[in-house]
């Protein structure tokens, strides 16, 4: 099978299978665009009726062609796709592009898994069905049957839609922005996303890659190739639907959670991907990452003429994660010759609305040569006394000094007609010029996202510490008994297995040992029925806490067997467990789930009863690392419990992430086990630690779900 | 001491019930003490037994209720006790429940046989003690007879001052008194008295269900102390309960599970003494303020309603202290049909 994607992206020849003479038909549309794009390869239409076709030779089948060929686009009926696939392989043709649909979008599953059968023994690759074609600019090949043309550039494009794919074209055409390449995935039948990206990585050409994914296959394998190119290059995704299964009922708080698309959207994070919320945004992004030089570091300052809009930028900043930098010194030293008296050098820097577009010039100049100043954003809103003719000149010179400083600098410009010619204008030269607040605060808040995962140290977590075999043996026990869940005591086992402290207990069979038992654990206890007939031992009477002394035991055991009998006379009690008292704590919850796609995935969050109304977690795919533990734990906005507030002592985070890498180990390790949730976890400070309270385990339901 | 063991041959006698009508009639300070309980509850870490934290609470005896039973679980007092520090145990609380007072009235547990292995049985209690023995007797009258002459015959009343006899719940006393009142004298048991059966001693209170289902209170609480006089499961549609004349009887008590709220209403607005709601399914807001409008409870369980309707069938009529209509009629029923005066005597 090949994993050459040279071959695909820079084929040496290409045969049209279906090219027409018929200027209305996809196989003439294929043909003329690549042969007027410029393509510099062999290139052979393929149709039986054979003869000419826009002065190139028409072969009767791809095997009468004299020379090798690379790829093979089909623009033909599906019901003759399967014979042309095999011609192909016959020929020894590297990929195959389908542009034909009619297979598994319909419900034609069959038809498409032989293609890639035979493609698959003959070692050649398939892009498609349903797919319109892909474009490359290193061989100037525009395999699509687009109607508008590709502008060369720096900007790969992923599509999953190929309605969308052609409308991206014309929308790059119109904001000029150059694509190095645009592949339309379709069915992902044989290649996907995650095969196209291993040829973008290293393509010199490609300095940004947008995604539009609408599900993903085999997230496992994508979450590497995604951290890999995103430390290269920025990684922009736009994704729609849900994942399945979010939107299937889960049995566990974790499960429950991971509905609709947060799993997806923790992982992209965890992989330093931009994920997009619209088109717009991706594309504004696209431009602005293809040029914007990267930040020394986050010192960012707004220059405006006018207050609302500053507070506006203000605002966004602080929704993007964007850092103002506020030495006031620094500051009034730096900008100080540029603002008027009645102005204001705090940042956001205000030369007000008296400002001309030499103010500007003085005022955008000084942060392109201060040294303690990284980027700037620039706004403007229109007033009667700017001389409005200055403007493009202004916006330039300034661009181009940033440029030089290699500091990233965006504009928002907003107001008539003037304005409006002057984004017109300069959007053609791809400089970052806006019509609103939004989207040129957006731009540099994903531009400091990246930048800041590029320069991430990352260490690669082995896993914890856990004995695998011990695990394995309770799971062998729970389906020995065909269940699939652990009981209480097994999932405290696992616990144990894993070092993830829980409150110290121990099984009494008669109240000597109870008493015994508590001695030994220390007061206060918790006393509860062990009996496997007794599932809801509150409601049994089953249950004492708090037990301060002997006295106190000794008439809870009594209570509780008393209770038992009286509740169930036939259930079989089997003692009863002590347990130490947990004194109160910051509940938390952690768990990992077995994602469908994305393998195991690790949650942490605020927990308790009212984990699924708060919704307060956060998720990262396994393995993650400490330090990006720490990160989806500062992501939860109940993090400042665990900092401690109202004088409260710092909680054991180092615990918590402790726990979360403990539970992905499992996870991970242990391949029948779907769902881990404890919850709660009490945390406590970091002398006292942490004690799994609630721990439920769910197996895979069944043999095939293994 | 004046002192006596009241003691059932078999389960539900009422033994309680006459203790109490026994009590209030008397009009003297009596001491009370129940060696071995039967009835457990567990309230702030600690057990008392039901009988005797009803009676200490109704008399207002100095007396903490967990402070006049020794233990329920036999395994317990094995753990605490001997068979001779048992008897010492028992001897002391005897005398404390005693001391400043004119007798003690010590409370045997549910059977004859109960207690035996640790020798907390009444036979026992009354050699330990020196006490009368009063059997408290119930049921159809055969039964009775039978019972009565095989304790005579069989079991070791050596060391017991006085055995005599209660038969309580009779539903023609004159008919007893002609078929079997002679028999029992024959046996050598003196006849206390004859206590007619009266169908509202067998009713619950509200309260008692809310203790005996471990239910939640969600509303109504004001009116805990409601009787109840009949019992309607409801799993049919509103139509049909509507229909029902069962549903429409008075003093009702429905159980049916929390989500049916037409149900609910439609009981809020009839005469309802009260509503257990089953699978833990908490009803709207508007309905739980209508029930405390109306002093209808609302208790709320997990169990189902399958199983909280057996549940039901189970339980056994306690006297609550809120019930004083019912302890009226006790006390009235012992000042005349039980000969006081020969109890300790």
Redesign the interface.
């Known amino acids: 099978m090949s994993t050459d994607y040279k071959h695909l992206f820079e084929p040496r020849s290409i045969a049209i299978i279906g090219a027409s003479h018929d200027p209305k038909k996809i196989g003439h549309t294929i043909l003329n665009n690549l042969i007027k794009g410029g393509y510099k390869g062999n290139v052979y239409p393929v149709n039986p009726s054979g003869g000419e076709i826009l002065g190139l030779k028409v072969y009767k089948s791809v095997v009468d062609i004299e020379g090798d060929v690379d790829v093979v686009s089909l623009a033909i009926p599906a019901k003759f796709c399967l014979e042309a696939v095999r011609e192909s392989a016959r020929k020894g043709v590297k990929y195959v592009q389908i542009i034909s649909s009619g297979f598994s979008e319909i419900g034609n599953d069959k038809d498409e898994r032989e293609m890639v059968r035979i493609a698959r023994e003959a070692g050649m690759r398939i892009l498609g069905p349903n797919t319109f074609g892909m474009y490359s600019a290193e061989v100037s090949m525009n395999l699509t049957f687009s109607a508008t043309p590709v502008k060369e550039g720096g900007v790969a494009i992923l599509t999953q839609s190929g309605a969308l794919g052609i409308a991206m074209i014309g929308r790059t055409a119109v904001d000029n922005m150059g694509l190095s390449v645009i592949v339309s995935t379709g069915n992902k039948s044989d290649l996907e996303e995650v095969d196209l990206l291993e040829y973008l990585e290293d393509h010199d050409r490609t300095r940004v890659v947008m995604m539009y994914i609408e599900g993903i296959k085999n997230g496992e394998r994508l979450i590497p190739v995604l951290k890999r190119i995103a430390r290269k290059k920025p990684l922009i995704v736009i994704k729609s639907g849900r994942s399945k299964r979010g939107a299937q009922a889960a049995a566990s708080h974790t499960g429950s959670l991971a509905g609709l698309d947060a799993i997806f959207d923790a992982v992209v994070k965890q992989c330093g991907a931009l994920r997009a919320d619209s088109l717009e945004e991706a594309f504004n992004w696209c431009r602005f990452l293809s040029f914007a030089p990267e930040p020394m570091d986050k010192r960012t300052v707004i220059v405006t003429n006018g207050g609302g809009i500053g507070v506006l930028a203000t605002d966004a900043c602080e929704k993007h994660g964007i850092e103002l930098y506020d030495d006031q010194k620094i500051l009034k030293e730096t900008f100080e010759k540029a603002t008027p008296s009645f102005g204001s050098t705090r940042n956001p820097i205000d030369i007000t609305g008296g400002a001309l577009a030499d103010d500007y010039m003085a005022a955008l100049t000084a942060p392109a040569d201060c040294d303690h100043i990284d980027s700037t954003i620039t706004l403007y809103c229109e007033t009667a006394t700017f001389d409005s003719e200055n403007l493009i000149p202004m916006v330039r010179t300034t661009y181009e000094k940033h440029q030089e400083a290699s500091k990233p600098v965006s504009y928002a410009i907003v107001g008539g007609e003037s304005v409006e010619h002057a984004v017109n204008e300069l959007s053609k030269e791809n400089l970052p010029v806006f019509r609103d607040v939004e989207p040129a605060v957006s731009c540099m808040g994903a531009l400091y996202r990246y930048s800041s995962f590029k320069n991430r140290e990352i260490t690669e977590y082995e896993g914890a510490d856990i004995d695998v075999d011990a695990i394995e043996r309770i799971i062998d026990k729970a389906e020995a008994e065909d269940r699939n869940f652990l009981l209480a005591d097994e999932a405290q086992d696992v616990m144990r297995a894993s070092g993830i402290q829980i409150p110290e207990s121990i099984i009494a069979k ?3 040992d109870a008493v015994e038992a508590a001695e030994k654990i220390g007061y206060p206890v918790v006393m509860k029925v062990v009996s496997r007939d007794i599932i ?1 031992k509150s ?1 049994a ?1 089953g249950l ?1 806490l ?3 002394n002997k006295q ?1 035991v ?6 509780i ?3 038992c009998r009286a509740y169930d006379p036939d259930a079989r009690i089997s003692g009863v467990e002590v347990t130490e008292m947990v004194t109160s704590g910051l509940e938390m919850v952690v768990g990992a789930i077995r994602d469908a796609s994305f393998g195991p995935v690790v949650m942490c969050g605020l927990g308790g009863i009212y984990v699924e109304v708060m919704k307060d977690v956060a998720f990262r795919s396994f393995p993650l690392n400490d330090e990006e533990a720490r990160r989806m734990l500062q992501e939860i906005k109940s993090y400042p419990l665990l900092l401690g507030v109202r004088g409260e002592e710092k909680k054991d985070i180092d615990g918590v992430i402790d726990s979360m890498l403990k539970v992905g180990t499992i996870l991970s390790r242990c391949d029948r086990i779907s769902d881990i949730e404890i919850n709660p976890i009490v945390v406590y400070s970091q002398s006292k630690g942490l004690k799994a309270l609630d721990v439920r385990i769910l197996l895979l339901h069944t043999k095939e779900e293994k | 001491m004046k002192s006596a063991v009241f003691a059932s041959i078999r389960e539900g006698s009422g033994k309680t019930s006459v203790i109490v009508g026994i009590m209030a009639a008397l009009k003297q300070n009596y001491g009370y003490v129940k060696p071995i309980g039967d009835r ?1 509850i ?1 309230k702030r ?3 008392r037994d039901y009988d005797s934290h009803l009676v200490t609470d109704l008399f207002q005896l100095s007396e903490e209720a967990e402070s006049i039973t020794l ?3 036999h ?2 007092l094995r ?2 006790y001997d068979d001779e520090t048992i008897r010492k145990a028992v001897a002391e609380l005897v005398d404390k429940a005693g001391k400043d007072r004119d007798g003690v009235l010590i409370e045997a547990g549910k059977d004859i046989f109960y207690g035996s292995s640790l020798r907390l049985d009444p036979l026992s209690l009354a050699q330990h003690t020196g006490s009368n023995l009063v059997f408290i007797v119930s049921g159809d009258s055969e039964s009775v007879i039978d019972d009565l002459a095989f304790a005579r015959r069989n079991m070791n009343m050596e060391g017991i001052p006085k055995c005599s006899v209660i038969v309580n719940k009779v539903h023609d006393i004159e008919e007893f008194e002609d078929l079997h009142l002679r028999q029992l004298q024959d046996m050598g048991y003196e006849i206390l008295g004859l206590l007619p059966y009266k169908e509202r001693l067998t009713r619950f209170t509200v309260s008692y269900l809310a203790q005996r289902f ?1 239910a939640k209170i969600v509303a109504g609480e004001d009116g805990l102390s409601n009787t109840v006089k009949n019992v309607f499961v409801g799993a049919m549609s509103t139509d049909e309960i509507l229909r029902n004349p069962l549903f429409n009887k008075e003093n009702k008590f429905l159980i049916t599970s929390g989500d049916r709220t037409d149900m609910i209403l439609a009981a809020l607005e009839g005469d309802t003494s009260g509503i257990l709601m089953t699978n833990n399914i908490l009803p709207p807001s508007n309905i739980i303020s209508r029930a405390n409008e109306k002093n209808i409870p609302l208790l709320l ?3 189902d309603t399958f199983n909280a309707s057996a549940k039901f069938g189970h339980l056994e009529t306690l006297l609550t202290k809120d019930n004083e209509e019912m302890i009226r009629m006790l006390t009235q029923l012992a000042e005349k049909y039980i000969k006081l005066d020969h109890i300790f005597g």
């Not at chain 1, 000794?554 to 209570?559: F, R, T, V």
Request: no cysteine; glycine share 6%; proline share 0%.
């Open positions: 008669k109240l000597s809801h409601d009477g004492a708090d037990l301060e106190e000794i008439d809870a055991y009594e209570a067997m008393n209770n | 457990l567990y870490k600690r057990n233990g329920f679980d395994s317990k753990y605490m471990y369980v997990s169990m």
